[in-house]
């Protein structure tokens, strides 16, 4: 089901991925293509989203909470080698 992560999407990897081409970052494009994938995911009925970013990712960190993210804890993750930090967004 849509709604359901696996261990490593639930600790480290959260429902939602994207990247913003260097060339193109500080150009708002980040909120909106998050507020895009939110917006699938209300059509998919999900209830509650997880982000997750990089702790040292200032600007990945302030999209999620442009977009609802309440920071739920960090973590050590193995996979990539840094901290991450987990957020949820209420839908």
Known sequence: MFNRLNKFLFNEGGHIGYSIRPTERE???????LNLGLEKCRELNLKKILLTC????????KVIQNN????????????FSEMIQR?????
């Open 27 to 33: 150009k708002g494009y980040g909120t909106l293509i």
């Open 54 to 61: 990089d702790k040292t990712n200032i600007a990945s960190g």
């Open 68 to 79: 609802g993210g309440m920071l739920e804890n960090e973590l050590y993750s193995e996979a």
């Open 87 to 91: 957020y949820w967004i209420e839908l």
